[in-house]
Structures are given as structure tokens and as C-alpha cells.
């Protein structure tokens, strides 16, 4: 079963940058897409964006653009958040998800990491 642990997060402080990593520890990753999500604290659940495993093609937010990229290296079964700029209002805890097909839910969830950004 695909078992997916995020890693990278940390106190940094606004402007820095921080690059989150998505482990599949399982067999490899075969499914439609990765994505990553945000909780800030009092929040809902966020999407940030997502990558088609196979195409490596990306998709995230529209206000997330420019700050924030993903990408992944198939042959190492890992996924990446890279992010830029960073502001307070980026804190949250970040979680990375997986997929098997375009009309699934996303179903393979990580544990999450802690990005706290300071003023």
C-alpha cells in the first residue's frame, strides 16, 4: 500500500524559502496524481496544488502561483513543494495525498509537517 511521509518542515522566517518532500515508502506510485494540501490553524483543509504522476504536469492555485511549485522524480518515488517568499500566512501543517485515478478522492494521505513562517 502506498505509505506517503512528508518531511522538510520548520520555523523560518517571512521572505525564506522551504522545500517539503512526499515519501512513498510502499511499492511505487502508480496512481493519476500527488497532491499537496494546507491546514492553517481554525481552518479548513486547502488545496495547493497537484501533479500528474505520469505527464509530470502541474496545477496549482491561481494565488499560490510564482510562490509555489511542485514537482516530483518518479524513480525516487517523491513528490516536492518547493516555496518561496514565504509569509506568516503561509503557516499551517502540510500534507501530501495521492490519487489512483481522475475520478477518485484523493485517499493516500501523509501524516503532515509543520511550517510555521514568522514575521
Known amino acids: 500500500q502506498v505509505q506517503l511521509v512528508e518531511s522538510g518542515g520548520g520555523v523560518v522566517q517571512a521572505g525564506?524559502?522551504?522545500?517539503?518532500?512526499?515519501?512513498?515508502?510502499?511499492?511505487?506510485?502508480?496512481?493519476?496524481?500527488?497532491?499537496?494540501?494546507?491546514?492553517?490553524?481554525?481552518?479548513?483543509?486547502?488545496f495547493v496544488g497537484s501533479i500528474d504522476w505520469r505527464k509530470g504536469v502541474t496545477d496549482t492555485v491561481r494565488s499560490l502561483k510564482g510562490r509555489f511549485t511542485i514537482s516530483r522524480v518518479a524513480a525516487r518515488n517523491t513528490m516536492y513543494l518547493q516555496m518561496?517568499?514565504?509569509?506568516?500566512e503561509d503557516t499551517a501543517v502540510y500534507y501530501c495525498a495521492g490519487r489512483d485515478s481522475v475520478v477518485d478522492a484523493y485517499h493516500y494521505w501523509g501524516q503532515g509537517t509543520q511550517?510555521?513562517?514568522?514575521s
Open 84 to 88: 518561496s517568499s514565504l509569509k506568516p
Open 16 to 46: 525564506d524559502s522551504l522545500r517539503l518532500s512526499c515519501a512513498n515508502s510502499g511499492p511505487p506510485f502508480t496512481g493519476y496524481a500527488m497532491g499537496w494540501f494546507r491546514q492553517a490553524p481554525g481552518k479548513e483543509r486547502e
Open 115 to 118: 511550517v510555521t513562517v514568522s
